[in-house]
Structures are given as C-alpha cells and as structure tokens.
C-alpha cells in the first residue's frame, strides 16, 4: 500500500508535473507502491501505475493481454478519435502488423544509412544558422527545429512548410504543458484541431503524390500495395501526422535535455568531445535514458491478470511511466548520473520491448549522433548560460527555453 503522502499524489495533475521533487517521488513509488491504483481526478478516470522496470517492459511486450487498440493516452478519448490520431499507434495485430510493414523497411537500418548524409546536412545546416550569433536559445533554435526539418524532408513536404508543420506537431502535443487555449476553444480543443490539420495536410500530399509518385517517404506510403489495397487517403494522412507528431517533438526533447545533462556533468562530455566516435553508441542511448522524452503511454487489460500478485481486471487502464522506470535502481547502477559509457543500458525511452516499440529508434540515434557530433565540432566551447524553462507536461520532457552562448563561428560549415 503507498504510504499516506503518497496517497495523496495525483500524477494527471499539471501541478505534479511544475514539482522539481518528481524523481524522489518516483522513487518512492518504485519502492513502496510500484503498482498503484491511481484513484479518478475530475477529467481522467482512474488507473494502475506502473513505476518500476520490470512491469513497463513485461506489460509492452504483452499486446495480447495489455491492448493499445483501446488507446495509449492517459486520457478517456474513444476509440474512433484515437485511432484518428494515433493510426498504428493505437492497434494491435493484426491491424498494427498491416501497417507498420509498409513503413519497417524505411526505418531499417539500411535505409538510414542511404538517408545519413541528409540527417548530417540537416545538423550542419542548423548549427550554421546560429554560428555567427555567439548567443541563441537551444531548444528553440537548434533542438526542436532540426528533427522538422529531417523527418520533413524525408517525408517529402515542401521546406516553406516546415515552420507551420513543426507549430502544428507542438500545438497537437502540448494540450497538457502550453498555453495553447484561445477565447472561444479549450486546450483540448486547440490541439485537436492541430492533430486534424497535420492529418488533412498529409491526406493533400498522398493524392499530389499518388498523381506523381517522387523519392520520398509519403509516396512510399501513399502507393504502398497492403494485402492487394493501398491505403485509403485518410490512413494516410494518420501516417502523415503520425510520424511528425512522434519524430519531433520526442528527438527535440532528447536533444535539448541532453544537452543540459551533459552541461551538468561536464567530465562526461568532455570524455565525449574528446573521442567522440568511440563514444557516440553508449553516449546516445544514456542521452535517450536521462532525457527519457515520452514520459508514459497507456494500455488496456483485456482480461482479468495480475502484476506481482496484484489483481488487475478487464477493461482497467494500466499506465507506463518510462521516466521512472529509467531511473529504477535495481536494473540502473547510480541512476541519478549521466554515464555515457553506460553498457548494458536496458532503457525504456523508445518502449518496452514489442511491438510498439519506436519506429523511429534508428533514425533518432543517427539524429542525436549528428548533432552532437557537429556542435562539438563547429561551437565547440558552447555552454549554458541560463535557466532551463522546462515544458510543464506530462506526456512530453521537453524544454521550452535553454539559452547557450559560444565563441561566433564564421568558419564554413560543410
Ligand atoms: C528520442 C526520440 C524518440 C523517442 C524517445 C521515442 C519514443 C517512443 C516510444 C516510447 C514509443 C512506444 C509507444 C508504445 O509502446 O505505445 C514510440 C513509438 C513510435 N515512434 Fe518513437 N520516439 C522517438 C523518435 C521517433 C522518431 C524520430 C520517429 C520517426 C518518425 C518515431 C516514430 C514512432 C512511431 C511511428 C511509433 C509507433 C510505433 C508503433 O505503434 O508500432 N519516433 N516512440
């Protein structure tokens, strides 16, 4: 049973969220109450938490007892809406297998490597446009643009676009964390309509591209051939917006917290600036571990189970807290610390294991690997210089503000 201060914890609270003491509370949970029914609050009814390691892995990889179909947000939103917003996100087999073929081969291994030299123009050409200031705010500036611009490309959309698809894909996540509400809609609402547009702009590029297939990723999509069909226009604005929303905000958070980790452990970044290629393999994975950027998803019982000896019955919510099971002590030695060297690192922040776990892992190291790779080389001395405004969420760990300075580079980037 939590004890009484725990009991009195509401992780849906955005307040929760605003606490600087959230890891000691994690810690508390994974130690007194790792599988805690958390009571209903005014908007979200109640359900199990999951704060240790060993469930969030065996949970994800259990999709025939712990569904996504019946969605993965904490929220209560029918099913309709979250399979308009989330596609393969929110399915099982056999639905979820149909389509995440037709999107593997391009996340493979193979296929990143044929897309490496645009990830490292993309970082070059970030880093280029701050060079010469001396001073800019890092998530704003580096962080969360340079993933738009990769997985836009990629996906084909016009580089004019690429601002208002990137202020979409934020304003669709950031329901729980911005200020997003206008005089006539609510939060909810505001975001809804950005999930929406990001859908019906991906439905607009699959049928320019199913009349002129090009080399991208949407026309992949859009005349992909599934069990003899191709998918409807609709699917594949999901698609679309699908891998915008995950790919952008999830990288730009790993990017920009990592950067502040490195800052607050500066012996481990200079060990990285020092022998970067060596490094680069465990340093990115223990960035994605400290930065854990998609703090929970959700899944369903399907049936009665149990967890540890604890009852779980049909139909109960059953919530993955990634940020606290990447800092679970009993598989993390000194997990407080950022250890670059960190080998084996068994982190959850792309999933447990499974079937969901992240598409987009290959390409997010190769992005983070880029990026470190050239601010070192191109801003080598740049650093911190102000507080960190984190985004008050509890669905992304992202950073709304870190201001930087460095020594102005007028060198070429190339
Ligand atoms: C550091 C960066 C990233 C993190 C931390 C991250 C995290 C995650 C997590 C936790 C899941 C699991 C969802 C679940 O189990 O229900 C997931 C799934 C997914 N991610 Fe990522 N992600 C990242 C980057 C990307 C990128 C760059 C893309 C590219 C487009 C992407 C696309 C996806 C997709 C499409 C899924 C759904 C997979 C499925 O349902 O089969 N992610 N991601």
Not at 319 to 341: C, G, K, M
Request: a negative charge.
């Amino acid at each position: 049973m939590p004890s009484a201060h725990l009991d009195t914890i509401s992780l849906v609270d955005p307040a929760f969220w605003r606490r600087t003491d959230r890891d000691q509370i994690f810690e508390q949970f994974r130690r007194l109450a790792p599988i805690w029914w958390h009571p209903d609050s005014d908007t979200i009814k109640g359900f199990w938490s999951l704060t240790r390691h060993a469930e969030v892995d065996l949970v994800s990889r259990d999709w025939k007892t712990f569904c996504s179909r019946l969605g993965t947000a904490i929220t209560d939103e029918p099913v309709e809406l979250s399979r308009a917003l989330g596609g393969m996100l929110n399915m099982d087999a056999p639905e979820h297998v149909r389509l995440r073929k037709i999107v593997n081969n391009a996340f493979k291994p193979k296929s990143m490597q044929a897309i490496a030299s645009g990830i490292e123009d993309c970082a070059r050409q970030t880093i280029s446009a701050i060079a010469e200031q001396g001073e800019c705010d890092f998530a704003t500036d580096i962080a969360q643009p340079f993933p738009v611009n990769v997985i836009c490309q990629m996906l084909g959309a016009p580089s004019s676009d690429w601002r208002e698809l990137h202020r979409l894909s934020t304003v669709a996540l950031g329901a729980d964390g911005l200020d997003i509400a206008t005089g006539e809609e609510t939060r909810e609402q505001v975001a809804l309509d950005a999930f929406y547009a990001l859908n019906h702009y991906g439905e607009d590029l699959c049928k320019s591209r199913r009349k002129q297939p090009r080399d991208d990723l949407i026309s992949t999509i859009a005349t992909a051939q599934v069990d003899g069909d191709r998918l409807s226009v609709e699917e594949v604005g999901v698609f679309f917006q699908l891998l915008i929303t995950a790919g952008v905000e999830t990288t730009g958070s790993a990017l920009g917290q990592g950067f502040l980790a490195l800052s607050q452990f500066p012996g481990e970044r200079r060990l990285w600036q020092d022998d970067f290629e060596r490094l680069a393999p465990t340093a990115v994975e223990e960035i994605v571990r400290y930065a854990t950027p998609v703090i929970h998803f959700r899944r369903t019982a399907t049936r009665d189970t149990e967890l540890d000896g604890v009852a779980i019955s049909e139909g109960d919510k059953v919530v993955l807290w990634y940020l606290s099971a990447n800092r679970d002590e009993s598989v993390f030695v000194d997990p407080f610390r950022l250890d670059l060297a960190r080998h084996p690192n068994p982190q959850l922040g792309y999933g447990g294991g499974g079937r969901h776990f992240c598409l987009g892992a290959n390409l997010a190291r190769m992005e983070i690997t880029a990026l470190f790779k050239y601010l070192f080389e191109y801003l080598p001395d740049i650093e911190v210089s102000g507080d960190a405004t984190p985004l008050p969420s509890r669905f992304v760990n992202g950073l709304l503000s870190l201001p930087c300075r460095y020594t102005p580079s007028s060198r070429k980037i190339q």
